[in-house]
């Protein structure tokens, strides 16, 4: 009997698209696993259903790329109305971890944690790449970006979504008054390259 590819956990098929959520940076993603080696660690802040986490995942294997990727959120929403009326909210971290799962990739780990605070897991110049998409307010942004800028190493990556929301911008052009801003799907989020 024939498989029907779109509705198997096969680990080269993409069923982000069936997850709620947010997800407009396909391409820093793409171009972070290209340059990705098996040594390299990906950290990413704010989770939710895991949209963002199951494209990831499943183009590392489409590109046979192996990083360590480290998933941080609290799994317990926010203010937000997007967060507040979603009737899973009460399932939203065993959503994530059976998202990851149907993926098929292995070489990850998941952190419950405040996005800042769970930084002191990580050492020094140990992160190549980190998208910071948690809180959104300013004081919650730059807390993230002051936090885990002394784990980036030398010639990382640091970005996050949501650059049009006004915490946001503010945050980011106070300390990376030079990030690049991407669109895609009508929005926008922000990059640094660190030389």
């Not at 790329?65 to 009326?85: I, M, Q, R, Y």
């Not at 885990?148 to 990556?157: A, D, G, N």
């Not at 949501?162 to 946001?168: A, F, L, Q, R």
């Amino acid at each position: 009997m024939p498989v029907n590819r779109a509705h198997t956990a096969l680990p080269y098929v993409h069923f982000f698209d069936e997850i709620q959520g947010w997800f407009n940076f396909q391409r820093p993603y793409r171009e972070a696993l290209e340059a990705a080696t098996d040594d390299s660690v990906f950290v990413e802040l704010g989770c939710w259903k895991g949209k963002s986490a199951a494209f990831l995942m499943v183009e590392a294997l489409r590109m046979g790329k192996n990083p360590k990727l480290h998933f941080v959120d609290h799994w317990g929403g926010s203010p937000e109305l997007a967060h507040t009326s979603d009737p899973d909210l009460t399932r939203i971290y065993e959503m994530f971890l059976e998202n990851c799962i149907r993926t098929g990739y292995r070489n990850y780990e998941v952190h419950r944690s405040d996005s800042a605070k769970a930084a002191s897991l990580f050492p020094d110049n140990s992160v190549d790449f980190l998208w910071i998409d948690a809180g959104h307010d300013y004081d919650s942004v730059r807390a993230d970006i002051l936090a885990w800028q002394p784990k980036l190493k030398e010639r990382s990556t640091v970005g996050g979504d949501d650059y049009p929301m006004e915490g946001v911008t503010k945050a980011v052009d106070e300390i990376y008054p030079r990030a690049e801003i991407g669109s895609e799907g009508g929005w926008k989020w922000w990059r640094v390259k660190k030389l």
